[in-house]
């Protein structure tokens, strides 16, 4: 049972335009969300959150939505960079799960110069 | 600047070896975790730590075991190696923050290949 899902494997995007990526999730207890960035040989570095109170956090190019009524949350990047090219997991902790966290299968994000 | 180390980038073991992954973090954070990361499947839990000498199973711990001696390092042990642990195993610690929750820190991850 998959309690965080991100349904697209990929996305491509211009550079200078924006990035959205998609998560989904099942488990109405999280109390936060988090971004993970991760580059080929690398592991994974975290790169923003929300708190399951909120609806919108951001950080500079970064800002993540949070839709608690549909399940869903997004991460926003504007505007997009050649650099952001990587995987990006979509992640939730709390709830039941104490300190463990969640993660969804990942989107691979391709920024076109 | 934050660390977590691993042993090895690069294993190659044969089947029915006893492999050990060592990680070590610098931040005295008490939880600990190994996952190993598949493509389509993302980062899934093999086992955790959330203070020395306890351990906990994640997600998928059948055919692997964990030591956590010291606060400081924690080992994942393949006890005998087979061909569908050939993966990306990923070490991390966290710690909570008050405005960003339970963060995770990734060490740069170990690429097992068993032969």
């Known amino acids: 049972d998959q309690q965080v899902k991100q349904n697209s494997p990929s996305l491509s995007v211009q550079e200078g335009r924006i990035s959205i990526l998609n998560c989904d999730y099942t488990n109405s207890m999280f109390d936060y969300f988090l971004w993970y960035k991760k580059y080929p040989a690398e592991g994974p570095t975290f790169l923003i959150s929300i708190s399951s109170i909120k609806d919108k956090n951001e950080d500079g190019r970064f800002t993540v939505f949070l839709n608690k009524s549909a399940k869903h949350l997004s991460l926003h990047i504007v505007p997009s960079q050649p650099g952001d090219s990587a995987v990006y997991f979509c992640a939730a902790s709390g709830g039941t799960g104490g300190f463990k966290t969640i993660f969804g299968a990942g989107t691979r994000l391709f920024v076109k110069a | 600047d934050v660390k977590v180390t691993q042993s090895s980038r690069y294993l190659v073991k044969r089947t029915g070896e006893k492999v050990f992954l060592e990680c070590v973090q610098d931040m005295d954070h008490e939880n600990m975790f190994w996952y190993r990361q598949d493509p389509g499947l993302g980062l899934r839990l093999i086992y955790f730590?959330?203070?020395?000498?306890?351990?906990e199973k994640g997600d998928i711990p059948e055919g692997y075991s964990v030591s956590r001696e010291k606060k400081e390092r924690f080992s994942l042990i393949l006890e005998s190696a087979s061909t569908n642990q050939t993966s990306m195993y990923l070490c991390a610690s966290s710690r909570r923050d008050r405005v960003w929750g339970e963060t995770q820190y990734f060490g740069p991850g170990t690429r097992l290949l068993v032969l």
């Open positions: 730590s959330y203070d020395v000498k306890m351990k």
